[in-house]
């Protein structure tokens, strides 16, 4: 149905940046909202961020002013630039959207996830 492909996580020192991609495939009829989770070790999946079909965004307190989300509906892409980053923000980051393949109803679909670790 819909697959999402992560990519752009690794390992950085505090106050540098990464920039996350995530691309959807499939047999897709529409996709609406898409987004970032993290999760760090012991604690629960976040929203990091989302943006909508129309680009209207929305941010986790934690990462506003630091973090850009962004997407290329042409290409069923959404991205994440991340700027100065800090010890706090190393997680596991999970691409997230809602999406509505070919004969089939809307559903939320996952990514596999990809590590973020930012160095002290």
């Known amino acids: 149905q819909v697959q999402l492909v992560e990519s752009g996580g690794g390992l950085v020192q505090a106050g540098g940046s990464l920039r996350l991609s995530c691309a959807a495939s499939?047999?897709?009829?529409?996709?609406?909202?898409m987004g970032w989770y993290r999760q760090a070790p012991g604690k629960q999946r976040e929203l990091v961020a989302d943006i909508t079909s129309g680009g209207s965004t929305n941010y986790a307190d934690s990462v506003k002013g630091r973090f850009t989300i962004s997407r290329d509906n042409a290409k069923n892409t959404v991205y994440l630039q991340m700027n100065s980053l800090k010890p706090e923000d190393t997680a596991v980051y999970y691409c997230?959207?809602?999406?509505?393949?070919?004969?089939?109803?809307?559903?939320?679909?996952w990514g596999q996830g990809t590590q973020v670790t930012v160095s002290s």
């Open positions: 997230n959207c809602n999406a509505r393949p070919v004969n089939y109803k809307f559903s939320t679909y």
């Open positions: 499939g047999s897709i009829f529409s996709i609406n909202a």
